[in-house]
Nanobody, 121 residues
């Protein structure tokens, strides 16, 4: 089970850090992805991290502003979001996948419940 947290209401330019905690299993054999879904839009890939080695991948829309990290001891993954923009407003989800298919949402094994991020202008 994955639990995402840390969302909230912030102003444009602010920062926010989301956390994703896993319970009941370790994440060491998974790739961890972050997705978001804005109102009226499809859910999209934000970025991901390889649990082994820590390589990260980002969508162009967040590259340079968002950073994904992990804490192996705590079995958690984080999404640090800086320089937030109103267009970053969405429900953010963390998800875990074993296969190297970052963008294929149907292949993800586990999903968190989502946390709302709202960025006001």
């Amino acid at each position: 089970q994955l639990q995402a947290s840390g969302g909230g209401l912030v102003q444009a330019g602010d920062s926010l850090r989301l956390a994703c905690a896993a319970s009941g299993r370790t994440l060491s054999s998974y790739r961890m992805g972050w997705f978001r879904q804005a109102p009226g839009k499809e859910r999209e890939f934000v970025g991901g991290i390889m649990w082994s080695g820590g390589s990260t991948y980002y969508a162009d829309s967040v590259k340079g502003r968002f950073t994904i990290s992990r804490d192996s001891a705590k079995n958690m993954v984080f999404l640090q979001m800086n320089s937030l923009k109103p267009e970053d407003t969405a429900v953010y989800y963390c998800a875990a996948i074993r296969r190297d298919l970052w963008y294929k949402q149907s292949e993800y094994d586990y999903w968190g419940q989502g946390t709302q991020v709202t960025v006001s202008s």
